[in-house]
């Protein structure tokens, strides 16, 4: 089965908050307020994709997946390279998950 590698930094001089913001919006995050009293989840874009992070900055995705992380990607203005492969057994097992 074909994949999609997409391999992806944010420039250089990216301000804290916004690889902050940029890190959340892609994987999500769940915070506790002070003292433990209540729980929040941010909702990140990948929770809603099958994927496999295979390094930092570096996805496994299906190829029908892959355009939606290219446009949130282009809203923080990434550099990123797309590349398709030949996925694992294992990649394949991950990637279907959701599509069945």
Do not use: C
């Not at 209540?38 to 099958?50: S, T």
């Not at 492969?85 to 990649?91: G, M, R, V, Y």
């Amino acid at each position: 089965m074909k994949g999609v590698a997409v391999i992806f930094r944010l420039p250089e001089n990216t301000d804290l908050n916004t690889m902050n913001k940029f890190t959340r919006g892609l994987y999500g995050q769940d915070s506790t307020s002070w003292k433990g009293r209540y729980k929040h989840h941010r909702h990140g874009i990948l929770e809603d994709i099958p994927h496999r992070k295979f390094l930092r900055g570096v996805l496994f995705l299906n190829k029908n997946d892959a355009e939606r992380v290219v446009e949130y990607l282009r809203e923080f203005s990434a550099d990123f390279y797309i590349g398709s492969l030949e996925l694992t057994p294992d990649d394949e097992k991950i990637l279907r998950r959701a599509h069945e």
